[in-house]
């Protein structure tokens, strides 16, 4: 069993950043693969980033590619999502996801995932 908890939503303006966390409990999170999704208002679920147990990772492309990053601390047991030149449409509900995968490739799916976080909101003003 793993329990996810998301932080580092807020407001913040067009063209700002803010890093998301997905701490974990569990030992074994290492051998996680952990996803971030978002729900806006209105909008399915959209994939936006994930990294695999070995640290492989991938991107929505159309959405986030080439400013947001994800990464991953196994010392404490906490995923990042480093969220950069943020936008109005990146407004929206963040999760995180965990699976007890051991395929090495990105899982975008979130049939994928077996454990889900709360949520944490992030607002992009314009």
């Known amino acids: 069993q793993v329990q996810l908890v998301e932080s580092g939503g807020g407001l913040v303006q067009a063209g700002g950043s803010l890093r998301l966390s997905c701490a974990a409990s569990?030992?074994?999170?290492?051998?996680?693969?952990v996803g971030w999704f978002r729900q806006a208002p209105g909008k399915d679920r959209e994939f936006v980033a994930a990294?695999?147990?070995?640290?492989?990772?991938?991107y929505n492309a159309d959405s986030v590619k080439g400013r947001f990053t994800i990464s991953r601390d196994n010392a404490k047991n906490t995923v990042y999502l480093q969220m950069n030149s943020l936008k109005p449409e990146d407004t929206a509900v963040y999760y995180c996801?965990?699976?007890?995968?051991?395929?090495?490739?990105?899982?975008?799916?979130?049939?994928?995932?077996?454990?889900w976080g709360q949520g944490t909101q992030v607002t992009v003003s314009s």
């Open positions: 569990g030992r074994t999170f290492s051998r996680y693969a």
């Open positions: 996801a965990a699976s007890q995968t051991l395929r090495v490739g990105v899982l975008s799916r979130g049939n994928e995932y077996d454990y």
């Open positions: 990294i695999s147990w070995i640290g492989n990772s991938g």
